[in-house]
C-alpha cells in the first residue's frame, strides 16, 4: 500500500486531505510541522511526502532537504499558494518531484501521485535492468544524434535491416551506420536477430520510455 505523509501547519486543510486520500485508499500519517515529518520520517518509510512550503519553524524547503537526506528515494511534492510559484519551482530544481496551487482539486492531486508513483517505477525498473552495465555507458551511447535517431527508428519500426537504416537516415555510406549500431549493441541498448534484423533490447525500451518519461535532454 502506498504511505503518503501529509506535511501542513494548517490543521483543518491537513486532515481534510488526509482524510479524503484514505478514502482512496493510501495509508496516510499527518505532521503539522517539519520537525515532525522529519521525525516520522526516520522511523516510517513513506512513498511520497506532501509538504506545505510556507510553514512557521522549519520552512517548506528546509524540510524537502531534510526528507531527501533520510529517505533519498521518497517523492516530494510541494503544496503552495499562488503567491509562492516561484519557490515551488525552486523546490523542484532542489529535489521536489511536482507541487500543486491551492486550492486544488482532489481528483487532480490523485492523478498528480499516480503518475508520480509510476514515475519511480519507471526509474527503479531501468535502473534493476541495467545494474549489470554502466549507467553512463549506456546514456553516453545516446549522446550522438545518430545514435538517438537510430533508437528512436527502431522504436516505431523494429526489425529494421541495415541498409533500411541507412536509407532512413539518408547516408550513402552504411559502414558509418554499422559504426553507430555496433555502439548501441555493446551498451546493450539494440540486438540483431537470426534475420540479422536489428531491434531494441528489453533494456533498450526502457531506457527509450526511461528518457522520455523525464524529459531528459536527449530529444527523440
Known sequence: MTKIL????????RKSLAELLRLRG????????????????????FHIALV??????????DTLKELKKIRPKMQVIMITAFGTVDSAVDAIKKGACHYILKPFNI???VAIIRSVLEEARCIEDFIKDIDKLSVNHVLNSLSNPIRREIISLLSSNANMHLMEITKDLNFSDHTKVVFHLKTLMNAGL?????KRTYLLTEVGEKTLQYLRYMGNYLSF
Open 6 to 13: 501529509v506535511v501542513d501547519d494548517e490543521a483543518e486543510l
Open 26 to 45: 493510501f495509508f496516510v500519517e499527518e505532521a503539522k510541522c517539519g520537525e515532525d515529518a522529519v521525525n516520522m520520517a526516520v522511523s516510517e518509510n
Open 52 to 61: 506545505d512550503l510556507m510553514m512557521p519553524g522549519m520552512s517548506g524547503l
Open 107 to 109: 481528483e487532480n492531486l
Open 190 to 194: 539494440i540486438e540483431q536477430d537470426k
